[in-house]
C-alpha cells in the first residue's frame, strides 16, 4: 500500500532472496508465495497521494520547523490502515522539514483527524501557531468499494407502552417517578401542563398549571419538558420557557424568552449506569442546547456548546448523540433532508430516508448506545433502532408501527427510554408512549 520509496528496502531483501531461491525447488517457491502475499497489500488504495498533499498544505502554513502532532482515527480504518497512514504522514512532513516534538516544545499543534463520508475518506487538519486562530486544511481520497467493513448486529427489540391519550394536541409527557411502572407523569398541551396519578389502572388529574404567553403560537407547535437534576420541571416552547417553583410542582412561573432547548437528558452528562460487555469508555454527553426559531418548528443551528469548531450546524429538526472513546458524533435531521454526522472536525451529510425525528438512547444492550429514528409511510410513521459501528447505521431492531404520524420522538429522562407521540388516524386522539428497548428478540 506504499510507494518505492517507502518501501525501499524490502524489496531489495526480496531481489536477494529469490536470486538464491534459484538454487532449490523449494526454496524457489517458498520465496513466489512469500512475494505473491507482499504483493497482495500492493493492490490496496496508495495512501500517499493525500498523505504528501496534506503534508505540503500543513507545510503551507506551519513552515519548515517543529511541531507536535496528533493524528486520530475517526473513519472505520481498521488499525493496520491507520497505523501505516500515520506513518506515511509522519515521513510526507519530515521531507518537508518538519520536525515532531511534545507541545511545549513546538513551535505549532497539529492535529489530523481521519474522516469520511459515502464517497471518500476526509482528512483535516486543524493547525495552532501561538495565539493565532486555528487555520484549517483539508484533504479527500477516494474510498474504494471494497472498503465498507462487516459488522455484526445486535437483535433487540423494540417495546411501546401506552402512557395517556386525549383528544388535545399532546407536545410531551415527563414520567415525573420511577417504579417498576410510572405513577406520576406530567403532559403538556399548548395551554397547560397537567400532573396526573396512577390510580387503580387509570390516570387521575391531580393539579394543572397553565402557560402563559402573550403571542400567538406557531402553526407547527413543538414544546419539551425536561426535569433537570433536583427534578424540577422546566418547559420549552416557542418563545416561552417556564420552570416549576418546587417540588410539589404547585406553580409554574413562564416568561418571553428565546434561550436555547436542552437538546439532552441531563442523565446523559451523568457516569454510564448501565456498562456493557461491548461498551468502551465513553466521554460524557454536554448538555447541549439549542436555539428554536420561534415562529417555525425547528431549530436555527446556532448550538452552545459548540461541537468542535462548529458553533452553527445547518438548521435542523432533531438531534441524537452517540458518544466515541474521544469524543462525540452528533446527528441532526436537518432540514435539507439529510441527516448531518458532525464529530467537530467534520460535517458529512447522508440521505438515509429517515423523518424527522431522531433521538438516541443509553441502554444495557448491545454497544450501549442506539439511536431511534423514525420513517414515514402510507401516512403511517415506524421506529427503528439503529447503532453505528462507524459512519454507517446497521438496524438493530424491527421496526414499530403507530397509527399515524408521529409528532413527537424525545430522549427520556432517565436516558433508557423514549417519549413517542403519535396522532391515531383512525381516533383522532394523540397517544403519548413509552418506548424502550429489550436486550434480545
Given at each position: 500500500m506504499r510507494t518505492a520509496v517507502y518501501n525501499s528496502a524490502i524489496p531489495a531483501a526480496i531481489l536477494i532472496s529469490v536470486n538464491r531461491a534459484l538454487r532449490s525447488t523449494s526454496l524457489r517457491l517458498a520465496s513466489l508465495l512469500f512475494l505473491a502475499?507482499?504483493?497482495?497489500?500492493?493492490?490496496?488504495?496508495?495512501?500517499?497521494?493525500?498523505?504528501?498533499?496534506?503534508?505540503?498544505?500543513?507545510?503551507?502554513?506551519?513552515g519548515p520547523g517543529v511541531i507536535a502532532l496528533t493524528v486520530e482515527n475517526r473513519s472505520s480504518l481498521g488499525t493496520r490502515e491507520n497505523g501505516i497512514i500515520q506513518n506515511g504522514?509522519?515521513?510526507?512532513?519530515?521531507?518537508?522539514?518538519?520536525?515532531?516534538?511534545?507541545?511545549?516544545q513546538a513551535a505549532a499543534t497539529?492535529?489530523?483527524?481521519l474522516s469520511e463520508n459515502s464517497t471518500s475518506y476526509v482528512w483535516v487538519a486543524q493547525i495552532h501557531q501561538s495565539a493565532s486562530e486555528a487555520a484549517i486544511v483539508i484533504v479527500s481520497a477516494p474510498r474504494p468499494e471494497s472498503s465498507v467493513p462487516a459488522r455484526d448486529s445486535v437483535p433487540l427489540t423494540l417495546h411501546k407502552s401506552l402512557l395517556y391519550s386525549q383528544n388535545e394536541p399532546i407536545l410531551d409527557v415527563a414520567i415525573l417517578e420511577e417504579n417498576a411502572s410510572p405513577t406520576h407523569i406530567a403532559v403538556l398541551d399548548p395551554e397547560e401542563v397537567s400532573i396526573y396519578r396512577l390510580q387503580g389502572g387509570k390516570w387521575q388529574p391531580e393539579e394543572s398549571m397553565r402557560i402563559s404567553h402573550s403571542r400567538p403560537w406557531p402553526r407547527d407547535l413543538r414544546g419539551k419538558l425536561v426535569l433537570d437534576r433536583d427534578h424540577l420541571l422546566q418547559v420549552y416552547l416557542p418563545g416561552v420557557i417556564c420552570s416549576s417553583t418546587g417540588a410539589s410542582l404547585l406553580a409554574l412561573n413562564c416568561r418571553e424568552s428565546d434561550d436555547p432547548w436542552l437538546l439532552v437528558p441531563v442523565s446523559f452528562n451523568m457516569p454510564n449506569v448501565f456498562p456493557t460487555a461491548n461498551s468502551i469508555s465513553t466521554p460524557s454527553v454536554p448538555l447541549m442546547k439549542a436555539f428554536f426559531a420561534p415562529t417555525r418548528d425547528f431549530f436555527t443551528g446556532v448550538v452552545t456548546p459548540p461541537v468542535g469548531k462548529f458553533s452553527n450546524l445547518p438548521k435542523f429538526y432533531s438531534a441524537a448523540a452517540i458518544p466515541r472513546e474521544k469524543y462525540v458524533l452528533w446527528l441532526v435531521a436537518a432540514t435539507d433532508g439529510q441527516i448531518h454526522m458532525i464529530d467537530g472536525v467534520s460535517d458529512q451529510a447522508v440521505r438515509?430516508?429517515?423523518?424527522s425525528d431522531l433521538t438516541s438512547v443509553r441502554t444495557q444492550c448491545g454497544a450501549g448506545w442506539q439511536v431511534l429514528a423514525t420513517t414515514s409511510a402510507d401516512n403511517r410513521d415506524s421506529i427503528r433502532a439503529y447503532e453505528f459501528p462507524d459512519r454507517d447505521p446497521v438496524a438493530v431492531s424491527a421496526p414499530i408501527d403507530f397509527a399515524g404520524p408521529i409528532t413527537t420522538l424525545?430522549?427520556?429522562?432517565?436516558?433508557?427510554?423514549?417519549?413517542?407521540?403519535?396522532?391515531?388516524?383512525?381516533t383522532g386522539n394523540?397517544?403519548?408512549?413509552?418506548?424502550?428497548?429489550?436486550c434480545g428478540q
Open positions: 502475499l507482499l504483493a497482495i497489500p500492493a493492490r490496496a488504495v496508495d495512501w500517499s497521494v493525500p498523505e504528501q498533499e496534506l503534508a505540503r498544505k500543513i507545510v503551507t502554513v506551519t504522514l509522519r515521513l510526507a512532513l519530515g521531507n518537508l522539514g518538519i520536525r515532531f516534538a511534545k507541545s511545549e497539529v492535529t489530523i483527524s438515509l430516508g429517515w423523518g424525545w430522549t427520556e429522562a432517565k436516558g433508557d427510554a423514549a417519549i413517542v407521540v403519535a396522532k391515531n388516524q383512525e394523540y397517544e403519548a408512549y413509552r418506548l424502550e428497548l429489550a
